[in-house]
């Protein structure tokens, strides 16, 4: 027999799977967005910001979706929270989506043979790879609806904030060498990209937790508490 | 694609359409000549003899010379059916009202409605028969009285009257009763404020319907009213009425009497048809309302 | 509980001709019209059990309706709901075979103490049903009056309490110009606000609604519904009704009920973005039928 609202739940899923797929797209735009940087790859960097129309288009398609449905479906309940969660996680995806093409966007400024700080780019490296796990751990966390997962995201992402400072003062460091002084700056702005990354993926897990729990609440931005900035 | 089409009809179809609509009139016919038969033999035996005489003279009741009317007949069966619909329709009513406002579907209740039953299957002149040990035989009040002939007509309407109540008082939809109730009136109120004025048409074209068959009934005065000639309007004593004077005047050897007889006859189906058009119009104006 | 005299305003009121923006105003629900704010009085039921015959309908239900807000009470065909709120103000006994046990307060006062005279919880709590049901004998003055003549409320005021009546409800602008045709002539929109004002004349001190716009069309639902709302500044509110909408728009609090018995209790808006039990959700999204 037919569950009831058949219709409904089919396009409530599909939205979500929509969803599901943007946070995909992410994490491949994020992963040669990274190979450029290392490899000064300027080709490839244009590639990522030509790819970017694929994550808007992918934005208007649930924007569109999610209105009709609230027009026609009238959700309620855990419905209508899953919704308002699909709509800010689209919005997330998007603003994700923009921050690769920044950082894609500063290859080529940095320049095609210019010298390179082994240490800096290691730390870019590590914090390009923290970056892509969290937006696969936000991804898994909004499909399973886990709320360890999502509460998980916010520590990894204090370790993102830590790196994010780390390389700013290791710039500082270089900034002295002249030849490297340019270089290190957009590599600061590399990794502020990389760090917004993270705080979209944290915006994803609240989202989770408010869909299970019907309850919002701002995870709180470990990195820019004093606190914190004293222990880094 | 192919064309949609119907099917025609089949002539064996046609055939018993036919047939089947050939017999119902028959029977429609059939049922109607004798009506026409009664009709048209009153207004042929009974025409000639309605004149001015007929309405204000009393029945000489002799042999020789003039017959009179029939006026002391036309009065006496008002004021005896005027008695008892005022006696069979406040009791009839009450009953009615007992039995769908507070019986409902109690054991009692449904005795009640089973004795009314068999009462309107009772044969009239049972109920003339029951006045006469009763009453007459008692002497109580008098001998032969117009009154108990009243007595005998209404325990004939009662059971119509109550039947037909109880059938209007049912179709006062329950929406009615219960707004009356949930705005916090007592349960008398809602019967006499609500229900009664809803039901009001009803119970008039039912009332009416009872007084018809009141006003042709002849088995039960013949032992109670007795049989009078003079005008007289009071009620303790014995009183003419309409078909007792028919009854007299048809077996007589005077032809004219015959014919007035006739005559009498006709006026009282003209009463009864009056009757029943008045009921009619009633009801119709409670539908258009 | 007469409220006090408002004749400045009266005045105004009917002297004014009937111009566009003066019908516009009396088509609005003015409920100022029945005199200034007044707080009302809340409902407590607990451990309510109700019976038809055998069958157990209310199961050992508890629910606290505060005085003036809205209460829904929803849930499927057949979960006692309608019978919860006919327990309120006693209709539920005037089901042959039915009986309810419990306690159902009104502020302090026990409804179902026996002393209590039934008429008078009847005045203090009214209802107003699914289907429309205007006395169809009655003009439009007289069922409004109806609640007042009915409970044999002596009011020297009469006219005016039916005008304030009509103000409150917003039907004063539609129908002051035909106070004495039949009130089975309005639309049902109109009959069922034309229902509200016959509670409303009363001056109850809740207002039960069984349903009350399940038979209207969209456009009189939602007239009814603004005046819902405005008529919790004086009364207290309980509705029960199928469409979840509406009981989202209307409603401060609401219950669901399943199978007899309370399940969730708790904010409208709690109920339609996070009810706390698996049922409600259930229920709410529309995941059973």
Known sequence: MQETRHQFREDLKELERQVLGGLDLVIGQLDRALEAVSYQDVELAAMVVADDDRIDGRYLEVHQGILSLLARQSPVAGDLRIVAALLHCIRCIERMGDQCVNVAKLVPLSGHDSPKDKETLDLIERMGQLARSQVSQSKDALKTRNVELAQDLVRQDAEINRLNRSIFKRAVEIGDDLELREWGMFMILVARCLERVGDNTVEIAEQVVFVVTGLFREMADIGTSPEAARSS | MSALSLPEVSPRRRRTDRIMRGMLVTATIVALVPLVLVIFYLLKEGLGSISGDFFTQDPSGSFFGSIGGVRSAIFGSLEIVALATLIAVPIGIGVALYLTEYGKDSRFANVVRYFVDVMTGVPSIVFGLFIYISLILSHVGGNFTAWKGSVALSLLMLPIIIRSAEVVLLLVPGSLREAALALGAPRWRVITKVVLPTAAPGLVTGALLAVARGMGETAPLLFTAGVASGLTFSLGQQMNTLPLQIYNDILSPRAVVVSQAWAAGLTLVGLVLILNLIARAVSRRSQVA | ?289
């Open chain 3, 1 to 289: 509980m007469i409220p006090p005299e408002t004749t400045s305003k009266e005045q105004t009121d009917m002297s004014s001709a009937g111009g566009p923006i003066s019908d516009q105003a009396e088509a609005a629900p003015d409920l100022s019209a029945m005199g200034e704010r007044r707080a009302g009085h809340g409902v407590t039921v607990k451990g309510l059990n109700a019976y038809y015959g055998a069958q157990h309908a209310v199961k050992d239900v508890d629910i606290d309706f505060p005085a003036n807000q809205v209460t829904a009470i929803i849930g499927p065909s057949g979960s006692g709901k309608s019978t919860v709120v006919r327990c309120i103000n006693r209709m539920h006994e005037e089901i042959p075979g039915a009986r309810a046990e419990g306690s159902v307060k009104l502020d302090e006062i026990d409804v179902y103490a026996p002393s209590v005279d039934l008429t008078a919880v009847r005045r203090m709590i009214g209802m107003v049903f699914q289907k429309p049901n205007p006395f169809p004998t009655m003009s439009i003055f007289d069922n409004v009056a109806a609640g007042l003549r009915l409970t044999g409320t002596k009011s020297d005021n009469l006219r005016e309490r039916v005008h304030r009546a009509l103000r409150a409800v917003g039907l004063w602008g539609e129908v002051k110009n035909r106070l004495n045709q039949p009130g089975v002539g309005l639309s049902g929109g109109q009959q069922q606000r034309l229902c509200i004002a016959r509670t409303v004349a009363v001056e109850p001190e809740v207002i039960l609604m069984d349903e009350p716009c399940s038979a209207l069309d969209p456009i009189a639902t939602l007239k009814v519904e603004e005046l819902i709302d405005e008529l919790k500044a004086r009364y207290t509110i309980v509705i029960v009704t199928h469409n979840m909408q509406q009981a989202a728009r209307v409603a401060n609090s609401t219950v669901f009920m399943l199978d007899g018995e309370v399940v969730e209790h708790a904010p409208t808006n709690d109920i339609f973005t996070n009810p706390k039990d698996e049922r409600t959700e259930r229920y709410v999204t529309g995941k059973f039928g």
